[in-house]
């Protein structure tokens, strides 16, 4: 796993089960996959210990660390959540 970048959260999130990760205004937020294919909207990261997706509009980058892109396939389940 490659750390990707790091962000500030725009607003609180909180997911609809455990596979998201909840943060609060203004966390960091380091994002380790941008997903494609059916859910682009959802990034994966983590907040402190915490790992999961969360709605990457949700995220002000501030920083990168690697311009290398891993294209992971998404869960079709992932999108009935929104």
């Known amino acids: 796993t490659v750390l990707m970048c790091r962000g500030k959260a725009r607003q609180d999130f909180t997911g609809p089960d455990c596979r998201f990760v909840n943060f609060k205004k203004g966390e960091a937020v380091y994002v380790y996959y941008k997903l494609i294919g059916k859910s682009t909207e959802l ?3 983590s907040v402190g210990s915490d790992f ?15 311009n290398d892109e891993l294209e992971l396939p998404t869960d079709v389940s992932l999108i009935y959540y929104f």
């Open 52 to 66: 999961g997706y969360f709605p990457k509009d949700l995220l002000e980058i501030n920083h990168n660390y690697s």
């Open 43 to 45: 990034w994966a990261g």
